[in-house]
């Protein structure tokens, strides 16, 4: 159970139509390693469960998201690892103080701002942190909300994400 939720966890390559057979009411992308322009499968999975079924990613599933609304990403020149780095709610004005540990950004300048809001950005360097579809259920931020170094500063996006898939 994640947050209230049931969980059943898939193997990554898991093609999208199989996921939608299951009947998932929401669909939530974890982390991992890579180059995330390297496994093009699973943006393009996500692509085609784009609008199907509410989405959430975080870090890997963050940058796989961006990808599959059509931005690109690209690799950082230092990456962020670690906690206590402040990310900044654009929705609320807050700062958080989050988990990271990546090595690869959605850039800002290939994201479809007429498609995709930036709803986070990370205050040290001003990459984006975190995006929501205008249209569709989906959003995704990059850091490690499960981490909370906060301790619990980012716990509110699962609770977010299980009201997406309440109001779907």
């Not at 796989?64 to 609304?69: I, K, Q, R, S």
């Not at 906690?83 to 300048?109: M, R, W, Y």
Request: net charge positive.
């Amino acid at each position: 159970r994640l947050s209230g939720m049931n969980v059943t966890v898939v193997p990554a390559k898991t093609p999208a139509d199989r996921v939608l057979k299951m009947k998932p009411d929401g669909v939530f992308l974890s982390n991992g390693p890579a180059d995330p322009a390297a496994v093009t499968y699973a943006f393009e999975n996500a692509r085609k469960l784009l609008g199907k079924v509410p989405l959430m990613g975080i870090c890997l599933g963050h940058q796989l998201l961006g990808l599959a609304v059509g931005a690109k990403t690209y690799r950082l020149k230092f990456g962020h690892h670690g906690c206590n780095h402040p990310v900044k709610d654009l929705k609320t004005g807050k700062v958080e103080i989050t988990s990271q540990n990546h090595n690869f950004a959605v850039d800002i300048n290939t994201l479809d701002r007429a498609k995709v809001d930036i709803t986070h950005i990370n205050l040290n360097d001003q990459t984006i942190e975190g995006i929501e579809h205008k249209k569709e259920r989906m959003f995704s931020v990059q850091c490690h909300p499960e981490a909370s170094p906060g301790p619990h500063d980012s716990s509110y996006l699962f609770t977010r994400f299980r009201e997406l898939i309440r109001k779907a």
